[in-house]
C-alpha cells in the first residue's frame, strides 16, 4: 500500500495535467463566477491556463519573480477582471521574503536543499500575504487554492485560516524542500497531514490516473520508501485536500 503510494506520486507535475481536467468539473463552485481559484507561483501560467479552460470560476494568481509576472500581466489581459495578478508571495503573514536563485529551476522564495553549494545569494525581497487575509481582504468566496511556491507550502497551509476561511479544496506541493527547517519551518509532511486532518479535510496523493486518500502515518512511513537524497525522508508529487463536507471524489 505504501510502496504503491508513493510510486502514484512520484511525477510532481504531469499528474496534475492529467488529473485536473478530472477533478475541478466535480466542484460545482469550479463553474461559478461568484468563486475564486487562488494559484500560488503561477511561473509561465501552464496550469493556470489549464484552469481557466476548464472552469468558469475567476483566478486570483501570485508570481514573485518580476519579469513573470510582467510576461503574465501581458498574458492574461484579455481575460478582463476574471484574472486578477499579483507581485507578492503567499505565505503565513504580510512580511517580507527573501527571494533566492535557483539554479536550473527559476527562482522563489527560498532554494531546494540539495547541498550547501547550491546555495546562491539573495536577489531580494518580496512582499508576501496570507491566504485567509487576502480572501477577506478582497471578499473572495474561495473554491480551490492551488499551492507550489517552491518552499513555503508549509507556511502558506498555517495562514489558510482555515477555522474562519471557507474554502472546499487545496491542493499543495511535496518533496525535498519539507525536510529543510530554512523552508518549512518545523512543520514535515506528517505534521502537514494531521493539521489537514483536523481542520477537517481527507488529504489524497495526486496520481496520473486516480486519487490515493492517505493519513499522517503514510507521510511517516512511506517517505522511508519514497526518497532520502541525504538530508532526511520526504515524499515527493503534490496532495490535494478535500474538506469533508465537499467530498465528491
Known amino acids: 500500500m505504501h510502496q ?13 495535467f492529467q488529473m485536473y481536467p478530472k477533478l475541478l468539473p466535480q466542484f460545482s463552485c469550479c463553474n461559478d463566477p461568484r468563486f475564486t481559484i487562488l494559484s500560488g507561483g503561477l511561473n509561465a ?13 475567476r483566478l486570483h494568481g501570485f508570481e514573485v519573480q518580476e519579469d513573470m509576472y510582467e510576461k503574465l500581466l501581458l498574458k492574461y489581459s484579455a481575460h478582463g477582471d476574471r484574472v486578477v495578478l499579483n507581485h507578492l ?10 527571494i533566492t536563485d535557483l539554479k536550473g529551476e527559476g527562482t522563489g522564495l527560498f532554494t531546494r536543499f540539495r547541498g550547501e553549494d547550491v546555495w546562491n545569494v539573495t536577489k531580494g525581497v518580496i512582499r508576501t500575504t496570507s491566504v485567509g487575509r487576502y480572501a477577506k481582504k478582497e471578499r473572495l468566496r474561495l473554491c480551490l487554492a492551488i499551492i507550489d511556491v517552491e518552499g513555503h507550502e508549509a507556511k502558506v497551509i498555517q495562514g489558510m485560516d482555515l477555522g474562519r476561511t ?16 530554512r523552508m518549512q519551518g518545523t512543520w514535515t509532511q506528517a505534521d502537514a497531514a494531521k493539521f489537514v486532518d483536523g481542520m477537517g479535510y481527507n488529504v489524497y496523493l495526486i496520481g496520473k490516473d486516480d486519487l490515493l486518500h492517505v493519513d499522517a502515518a503514510f507521510f511517516e512511513a512511506s517517505a522511508v520508501e519514497a526518497n532520502n537524497e541525504g538530508g532526511g525522508f520526504f515524499v515527493q508529487g503534490n496532495a490535494l485536500a478535500v474538506h469533508r463536507s465537499h467530498l465528491v471524489l
Open 4 to 16: 504503491t503510494a508513493a510510486l502514484l506520486a512520484l511525477d510532481p507535475h504531469r499528474p496534475l
Open 89 to 98: 508571495g503567499l505565505s503565513d503573514a504580510d512580511r517580507e521574503e527573501p
Open 45 to 57: 501560467g501552464d496550469l493556470s491556463d489549464l484552469v481557466l479552460a476548464t472552469c468558469g470560476a
Open 166 to 181: 471557507r474554502i472546499p479544496a487545496f491542493a499543495y506541493e511535496l518533496g525535498g524542500t519539507w525536510r529543510d527547517e
